[in-house]
C-alpha cells in the first residue's frame, strides 16, 4: 500500500469514524458490537482502496460499508425479531423474511436524529467508572487507538484496553439505551459529558504526570468533541461554556512553554503569541451561553474568568476583582476546595498577598488538597510577595515533591532556589 493512500484512509477514519460507529450503534444499539462493524469497514478500506482507488466521498463509502456489514449481522443473528419490534412493526407469523429485512434497510436509512449525540451520552453514561468513560470515549468519538490513549495518560496499553472492554461490556449488560435522555436526567447526563470532555482537555493542558508540560493531540481531541457538542447542542449554556473555556485557554497554548519546554507562569506570558482567532472564537462562544440568559453554570463562570484574561492586553490590566468575583459566585455553586485556593489566587491580586494568604491558611486541613501541590505553591508565591523568604522556599520545596510532572517539579524547584534573589 503507497503511503499516501494509507495516510488518507488514515485521515478519513480519523475524521468519520465517530460518525459511523453512531450511526451502527443506533441500528445495532450495542457499541461495542458497532465498533467492530465499523473496524470491519475499515479494514475493507484497507485492503480495496489501494487496488480500486480512494472513493470520491470515502465517508459515505465507509458508512455503507459499515451499514451492509450490520444488515448481515442482524441477517445472522437473533437479533433481527428484537430489532423488528425496536422499529415498531407489526410482526405476523404469516411475514416473509425477506420482506421484513426489505422493511429493516428502509428504516435504518431513515434520519432518526442526532446519532453523535447519542453516541457521546452512552460513552459518558454514569454506569461506568470516569476513567472508563475518557478512554471510551476517546475510542469511539476521538479516534484514538489503544496504544494512543495510554501513551497520552501515561498508563499501560493492556489497562487502557481492559478499561474499554470492560466498558462496552457494561454498557451491554446493563442494557444502558442508546439514546439522549430527557427531562430532569439530562441535566445529570450532561454534567457528565461535559466532565469528560473537560478532564481530556485539561489533562492534555496540564499533564498530571511524566515529562511534558502539556499534552496538546489531548487538548485538541477535547476541542473537537467540544465543538461536536456546541453545534449538536447550541442551546445548553454549559455546553457553549465549556467550549469557550477550553478554546480561550488553548488560545495560550504557544505561550505556555518556553523553547526548552519548561512551563512559563500565566503573568510572564508574550502575550503577543496567544492565538487571536481562538480567543475570538472563545469569546464569541460565551457570548452565546450569555444571551441564552439563564443563571451562569460551572463553565460558563470559569469562561468568565479565563475571558477577562483574554481581553487584559497586558498582565497589569487584568481585572481581578472581577475575576475574585466570578470566583466567588463559582464557590457557591460547586463547592470545591480548589475553586477556593482559585479565588484566594485572585483575591491575592486584587486585595494583596496577606488577604490571599488567609484564604489559603484556612484550606490547609482541606482533605482533597493534602497532596495538591497547588496549594504549598500558591502559599509560596504569597509569602514570597510578603517578603518571607525562608518560608516561602520551604513551601516551593514541599510543592516540587507533590507533583509527578517533571518540568512543574523544576520550575518550583527553579522559584525555591531564586527566592528572595530579585
Same mark, same amino acid.
Given at each position: 500500500?503507497?503511503? *499516501?493512500?494509507?495516510?488518507?484512509?488514515?485521515?478519513?477514519?480519523?475524521?468519520?469514524?465517530?460518525?459511523?460507529?453512531?450511526?451502527?450503534?443506533?441500528? $445495532?444499539?450495542?457499541?461495542?458490537?458497532?465498533?467492530?462493524?465499523?473496524?470491519?469497514? +475499515?479494514?475493507? =478500506?484497507?485492503?480495496?482502496?489501494?487496488?480500486?482507488?480512494?472513493?470520491?466521498?470515502?465517508?459515505?463509502? +465507509?458508512?455503507?460499508?459499515?451499514?451492509?456489514?450490520?444488515?448481515?449481522?442482524?441477517?445472522?443473528?437473533?437479533?433481527?425479531?428484537?430489532?423488528?419490534?425496536?422499529?415498531?412493526?407489526?410482526?405476523?407469523?404469516?411475514? *416473509?423474511?425477506? !420482506?421484513?429485512?426489505?422493511?429493516? *434497510?428502509?428504516?435504518?436509512?431513515?434520519?432518526?436524529?442526532?446519532?453523535?449525540?447519542?453516541?457521546?451520552?452512552?460513552?459518558? /453514561?454514569?454506569?461506568?467508572?470516569?476513567?472508563?468513560?475518557?478512554?471510551?470515549?476517546?475510542?469511539?468519538?476521538?479516534?484514538?487507538?489503544?496504544?494512543?490513549?495510554?501513551?497520552?495518560?501515561?498508563?499501560?496499553?493492556?489497562?487502557?484496553?481492559?478499561?474499554?472492554?470492560?466498558? !462496552?461490556?457494561?454498557?451491554?449488560?446493563?442494557?444502558?439505551?442508546?439514546?439522549?435522555?430527557?427531562?430532569?436526567?439530562?441535566?445529570?447526563?450532561?454534567?457528565?459529558?461535559?466532565?469528560?470532555?473537560?478532564?481530556?482537555?485539561?489533562?492534555?493542558?496540564?499533564?498530571?504526570?511524566?515529562?511534558?508540560?502539556?499534552?496538546?493531540?489531548?487538548?485538541?481531541? =477535547?476541542?473537537?468533541?467540544?465543538? $461536536? @457538542?456546541?453545534? @449538536?447542542?447550541?442551546?445548553?449554556?454549559?455546553? +457553549?461554556?465549556? @467550549?469557550?473555556?477550553?478554546?480561550?485557554?488553548?488560545?495560550?497554548?504557544?505561550?505556555?512553554?518556553?523553547?526548552?519546554?519548561?512551563?512559563?507562569?500565566?503573568?510572564?506570558?508574550?502575550?503577543?503569541?496567544?492565538?487571536?482567532?481562538?480567543?475570538?472564537?472563545?469569546?464569541?462562544?460565551? &457570548?452565546?451561553? *450569555?444571551?441564552?440568559?439563564? &443563571?451562569?453554570?460551572?463553565?460558563?463562570?470559569?469562561?468568565?474568568?479565563?475571558?477577562?484574561?483574554?481581553?487584559?492586553?497586558?498582565?497589569?490590566?487584568?481585572?481581578?476583582?472581577?475575576?475574585?468575583?466570578?470566583?466567588?459566585?463559582?464557590?457557591?455553586? $460547586?463547592?470545591?476546595?480548589?475553586?477556593?485556593?482559585?479565588?484566594?489566587?485572585?483575591?491575592?491580586?486584587?486585595?494583596?498577598?496577606?488577604?490571599?494568604?488567609?484564604?489559603?491558611?484556612? %484550606?490547609?486541613?482541606?482533605? #482533597?488538597?493534602?497532596?495538591? /501541590?497547588? @496549594?504549598?505553591?500558591?502559599?509560596?508565591?504569597?509569602? &514570597?510577595?510578603?517578603?518571607?523568604?525562608?518560608?516561602?522556599?520551604?513551601?516551593?520545596?514541599? =510543592? #516540587? %515533591?507533590?507533583?509527578?510532572?517533571?518540568?512543574?517539579?523544576?520550575?518550583?524547584?527553579?522559584?525555591?532556589?531564586?527566592?528572595?534573589?530579585?
Amino acid at each position: 500500500m503507497s503511503s *499516501e493512500t494509507h495516510r488518507a484512509i488514515h485521515a478519513v477514519w480519523s475524521i468519520e469514524s465517530a460518525r459511523v460507529i453512531a450511526t451502527l450503534a443506533r441500528i $445495532v444499539r450495542d457499541v461495542g458490537l458497532a465498533e467492530e462493524l465499523a473496524q470491519d469497514a +475499515l479494514l475493507a =478500506a484497507l485492503e480495496q482502496w489501494p487496488t480500486v482507488g480512494i472513493p470520491d466521498n470515502p465517508a459515505a463509502w +465507509l458508512t455503507a460499508t459499515a451499514k451492509h456489514r450490520a444488515l448481515n449481522t442482524l441477517r445472522r443473528g437473533k437479533m433481527l425479531e428484537r430489532k423488528h419490534g425496536e422499529l415498531g412493526y407489526e410482526l405476523t407469523a404469516q411475514a *416473509e423474511p425477506h !420482506k421484513l429485512i426489505e422493511q429493516l *434497510e428502509t428504516a435504518l436509512d431513515d434520519d432518526v436524529g442526532d446519532d453523535l449525540l447519542r453516541l457521546i451520552f452512552t460513552s459518558c /453514561h454514569p454506569v461506568l467508572s470516569t476513567e472508563a468513560r475518557v478512554a471510551l470515549t476517546l475510542r469511539l468519538l476521538g479516534g484514538l487507538t489503544t496504544d494512543e490513549i495510554a501513551r497520552a495518560f501515561l498508563v499501560p496499553e493492556p489497562t487502557i484496553a481492559q478499561r474499554i472492554v470492560r466498558a !462496552k461490556r457494561t454498557l451491554t449488560d446493563q442494557q444502558v439505551p442508546y439514546e439522549v435522555p430527557r427531562g430532569t436526567e439530562l441535566g445529570a447526563r450532561l454534567a457528565s459529558v461535559l466532565e469528560v470532555v473537560y478532564l481530556i482537555f485539561n489533562e492534555g493542558y496540564s499533564a498530571t504526570a511524566g515529562d511534558d508540560h502539556m499534552r496538546p493531540g489531548l487538548c485538541e481531541d =477535547a476541542l473537537r468533541l467540544g465543538r $461536536v @457538542l456546541a453545534g @449538536l447542542a447550541p442551546e445548553e449554556p454549559e455546553v +457553549l461554556g465549556l @467550549l469557550a473555556l477550553m478554546e480561550l485557554n488553548a488560545s495560550r497554548a504557544a505561550a505556555r512553554t518556553s523553547a526548552e519546554g519548561n512551563p512559563i507562569l500565566l503573568l510572564e506570558q508574550d502575550r503577543g503569541r496567544w492565538d487571536q482567532m481562538a480567543i475570538r472564537r472563545g469569546l464569541s462562544a460565551l &457570548e452565546q451561553a *450569555e444571551r441564552l440568559g439563564q &443563571e451562569p453554570g460551572p463553565y460558563v463562570l470559569q469562561a468568565g474568568v479565563t475571558a477577562c484574561h483574554a481581553r487584559a492586553r497586558t498582565a497589569d490590566e487584568t481585572d481581578w476583582r472581577r475575576i475574585a468575583a466570578l470566583y466567588g459566585q463559582l464557590a457557591a455553586l $460547586v463547592k470545591s476546595p480548589v475553586v477556593e485556593l482559585n479565588r484566594a489566587v485572585a483575591v491575592s491580586m486584587a486585595d494583596g498577598p496577606a488577604a490571599g494568604l488567609s484564604l489559603a491558611d484556612a %484550606l490547609l486541613s482541606e482533605p #482533597a488538597l493534602q497532596r495538591y /501541590h497547588l @496549594l504549598p505553591s500558591a502559599r509560596a508565591d504569597f509569602l &514570597e510577595r510578603l517578603g518571607r523568604f525562608d518560608e516561602a522556599k520551604t513551601e516551593f520545596e514541599r =510543592a #516540587a %515533591l507533590m507533583t509527578q510532572n517533571a518540568r512543574q517539579r523544576e520550575q518550583l524547584l527553579r522559584r525555591a532556589r531564586n527566592c528572595g534573589k530579585s
